[in-house]
């Protein structure tokens, strides 16, 4: 029977001149899904997918990757993954197709040319394919870097935030290629720090610090937060918000669009608070992804200076 989990570690911590980058995280990444890991920049998220991908030995801890031990066997876990670094990494004065002809070689591809042809011809790449990669844009560089990592047919793709710094667009379409390949078995660690990538994800787990924060379902993870949310419409929006974030319960406040958004984890003490402020109309709303996760980076803020 296989292990349902492609990646199963514990406790992995890791530190860099004495100062700890990664403390104690477990993760569990299913076969089949796409598994979202958020978190703000210098979180720890590259640190802990280099581990991952045996990149990185950790300090401690313990685990697997595709059914590989990470300390005694990274070069096998390097065989069977695709990685996209969050930097471009591929040769800038090769042209699409030689970087991709390249990356076929170093596998011992015998039919490189046609494995080559194929991978473009999936990505949409062909049209670029004499095109030197220092001058693509953003978001086909990314395509490119996927193409490369796709080249021997992995079992798993490990993706370090690959659409920082790429256009709307050009984001969605590049996870509208990471959701095809599900179809044809590939799971996926994507890293970002956008909410809306997020949630095109099966599970996420969020990090802070270096240290695991929440991990699950969104649904899940929003309703073990217990944030609870107030949303107010009327006049005078800038000027009432200053008036409310100062009030006791109030963790969060925002102005969106011509809303105002209250949070807080003590009901009676937010519903005392927005019965202040009768000027605006008040209702009970969904709790965002974001406000989760900002409450967990206040959360975790706090006790870091302690």
């Avoid at 920049?41 to 401690?60: E, Q, Y």
């Avoid at 899940?220 to 217990?226: E, R, S």
């Amino acid at each position: 029977m296989l292990d349902p989990y492609l990646i199963d570690v514990k406790n992995l911590s890791k530190q860099f001149g004495g100062k700890p980058a990664v403390q104690n995280i477990s993760l569990q990444v299913k076969r089949g899904e796409i598994f979202g890991f958020l978190g703000p920049n210098g979180s720890g998220k590259t640190t802990t997918i280099r581990m991952l991908c045996g990149l990185l030995t950790p300090d401690s801890g313990e685990g697997t990757c595709l059914g590989y031990n990470i300390f005694r066997e990274p070069r096998k876990i390097k065989r069977l993954i695709g990685y996209v670094p969050q930097a471009f990494s591929l040769y800038q004065d090769l042209t699409v197709r030689e970087n991709l002809e390249f990356v076929a070689r170093v596998y011992d591809f015998q039919d490189y040319e046609e494995r080559t042809q194929q991978i473009m011809s999936e990505l949409g790449l062909t049209p670029y394919q004499n095109s030197l990669a220092a001058r693509l844009s953003g978001g086909w560089k990314q395509r490119l870097s996927l193409g490369a990592a796709l080249i021997h047919e992995p079992q798993l793709l490990l993706l370090d935030e690959p659409t920082a710094g790429v256009d709307p667009k050009a984001r969605r379409d590049f996870w509208s290629e990471i959701s095809k390949l599900t179809t044809r078995g590939i799971s996926s660690l994507v890293s970002t720090h956008y909410m809306e990538e997020a949630e095109r994800c099966n599970r996420v787990a969020y990090i802070v610090f270096g240290r695991m924060m929440a991990e699950g379902t969104i649904p899940d993870i929003i309703k073990d937060v217990g944030l609870i949310t107030w949303e107010g419409t009327g006049n005078q929006l800038a000027t009432l918000a200053k008036e409310i974030e100062d009030k006791s319960g109030v963790e969060q406040v925002v102005i969106w669009g011509n809303t105002l958004r209250v949070c807080g984890t003590e009901a009676s003490k937010l519903e005392a608070v927005i019965r202040q402020f009768t000027t605006l109309r008040w209702s009970q709303v969904p709790t965002s992804l974001e406000e989760v996760f900002i409450h967990l980076v206040s959360e975790r803020e706090a006790a870091h200076v302690e």
